[in-house]
């Protein structure tokens, strides 16, 4: 078990468990849930195991092969069991993915990667046509910031 660092589970294959995987199109979409059976608190590092709720964050992932990955990421939401802390309740946290974010640090790298090669406009035609991924030039501003 990795001790409570408050970093939250790389995103890969050793954290994450896949519960659901299936093609639509040209994307191919995940369901994955992080293995850590606790959390650690963001705030105070405390860590526990009392969960309050369950909910789920999609975001888009880089292209693998000919599809375009969404993420379906299963998160728990924990309570922090130190008194003294004054969080009640904190997400879980996954590395490679901001909270409330719709994209992976992985896909805002290949989104700059591309718009440097291409220039925004050309982009969004390659994502939209690859992937059918329909996306404004302030979408691909942003994703590679």
């Given at each position: 078990m990795r001790p409570c660092s408050g970093r939250g589970s790389p995103l890969d294959a050793k954290t994450l468990k896949v519960l659901w995987a299936f093609t639509e199109g040209k994307r191919l979409r995940l369901g994955v849930t992080s293995t850590d059976?606790?959390?650690?608190?963001?705030?105070?590092?405390?860590?526990?195991?009392?969960?309050?709720?369950?909910?789920?964050?999609?975001?888009?992932?880089?292209p693998i092969d000919n599809y375009l990955v969404e993420l379906d990421i299963?998160?728990?939401?924990?309570?922090?069991?130190?008194?003294?802390?004054?969080?009640?309740?904190?997400?879980?946290s996954i590395e490679g993915v901001?909270?409330?974010?719709?994209?992976?640090?992985?896909?805002?790298?290949?989104s700059r990667d591309l718009s440097d090669q291409l220039g925004y406009a050309?982009?969004?035609?390659?994502l939209q046509s690859n992937y059918d991924l329909k996306t404004s030039i302030a979408t691909?501003?942003?994703?590679?910031l």
């Amino acid at each position: 078990m990795r001790p409570c660092s408050g970093r939250g589970s790389p995103l890969d294959a050793k954290t994450l468990k896949v519960l659901w995987a299936f093609t639509e199109g040209k994307r191919l979409r995940l369901g994955v849930t992080s293995t850590d059976t606790y959390g650690c608190c963001p705030e105070c590092g405390a860590r526990t195991d009392s969960m309050h709720d369950v909910y789920i964050q999609t975001v888009i992932d880089r292209p693998i092969d000919n599809y375009l990955v969404e993420l379906d990421i299963i998160k728990r939401r924990w309570k922090c069991t130190n008194r003294d802390c004054w969080v009640v309740t904190f997400g879980e946290s996954i590395e490679g993915v901001r909270p409330r974010s719709r994209y992976t640090e992985a896909f805002r790298d290949f989104s700059r990667d591309l718009s440097d090669q291409l220039g925004y406009a050309g982009a969004i035609g390659y994502l939209q046509s690859n992937y059918d991924l329909k996306t404004s030039i302030a979408t691909v501003f942003y994703a590679s910031l």
